[in-house]
């Protein structure tokens, strides 16, 4: 036992010694030839900068940077990718002209919800996950040459469900639009109402329509925008209720999903049912615009809207 545990201890020692002692004694001649092996390999991988998606519709797949600048619609298929808030905000408005209103408001746990989770966390975590404080952006911005108050929803912020702070952000927008004598867009992508706060949320709808009824007494248009997808209570207020009511390809827009209205109904759905395209067919929306084109046709009918106006006086007074 004692032998073997000598003979260890004297291997572990003399290990290292070979590779820490070769360069320096005076045969040292022998090692200095030996070919030494090229120290670091300098292997270059050919790994592309970013990433690439896989379009769910065609099956491309898509480099990351090309579908960003394409403002996350394929290349190949023309599937709209979803978008954020501040993207879509940037895609649309002239470059730095947007004012945000009420960047700092923020849902209040009225109803102190759990479920798996209290909402006061889950507010809290996609607060961080998103850098939104709540699911929809408003602001003034300039869009051509017109001044219009724009209100854009992120799906990514819980669904872009309608809670209290959703509505009163829209509010106080199309209020500010009437007192500032604006054109309004409210881009709209949405679960609908948020549960979390009960029936303040569902309160959301008839005020924020209660205030688009005085922007328009006050002869202002409104262009509602639907993305994919909007439903529910959303829909039901104020995206249903635009002077012009544009979509984007393919998006879902409807009340209650599918499923839903089949059980109810017994009937079969017709194909295509509550998408875009099938309400353009049937004459709820007013036309279909990819995204790519937004801005200019947005403009385009802002210029329509605005003729008899007099257009120049509505940003004057707003500057
Ligand atoms: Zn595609």
């Not at 320096?24 to 050919?46: E, I, Q, W």
């Not at 007494?217 to 209570?233: D, E, F, N, W």
């Amino acid at each position: 036992m004692a032998t073997t545990s000598f003979t260890k201890k004297t291997l572990g020692a003399e290990a290292p010694e070979p590779a820490v002692t070769p360069p320096s004694p005076s045969n040292g001649t022998a090692f200095v030839k030996k070919p030494k092996l090229p120290s670091r390999k300098s292997r270059k991988r050919d790994i592309p900068e970013g990433l690439w998606t896989k379009c769910p519709k065609c099956g491309t797949m898509v480099f990351d940077k090309e579908l960003d600048e394409n403002l996350k619609v394929c290349l190949h298929c023309q599937h709209h990718f979803p978008i954020g808030a501040r993207e879509r905000i940037h895609s649309l408005v002239e470059t730095c002209t947007f004012e945000e209103m009420d960047a700092a408001m923020t849902s209040v746990d009225v109803l102190s919800f759990t479920g798996v989770t209290s909402y006061t966390s889950k507010l809290a975590s996609y607060q961080k996950a998103t850098g939104l404080k709540d699911a929809v952006l408003t602001g003034i911005c300039k869009m051509g040459r017109h001044r219009v108050a724009l209100g854009v929803m992120d799906f990514s912020f819980l669904g872009g469900s309608m809670g209290s702070v959703v509505g009163e952000k829209l509010t106080r927008l199309i209020e500010r639009a009437t007192e500032k004598t604006l054109p309004l867009i409210i881009i709209s992508t949405s679960g609908g109402a948020r549960m979390y706060e009960g029936m303040f949320s569902l309160m959301q709808m008839a005020k924020t329509c209660a205030a688009l009824a005085y922007h328009a007494k006050a002869r202002l248009p409104y262009i509602s925008v639907l993305t994919h997808p909007t439903t529910a209570g959303v829909m039901a207020s104020y995206a249903s209720v635009g002077d012009l009511i544009i979509a984007e390809p393919a998006a879902m827009i409807g009340f209650a999903g599918p499923r839903v209205i089949k059980d109810t109904t017994q009937a079969e759905l017709p194909p295509g049912f509550q998408t875009a395209e099938f309400l353009l067919d049937h004459g709820l929306i007013d036309a279909i615009v990819p995204r790519t084109e937004m801005k200019p046709r947005l403009i385009e009918y802002l210029d329509y809207l605005t003729e008899g106006q007099g257009n120049d006086a509505s940003s004057k007074s707003a500057a």
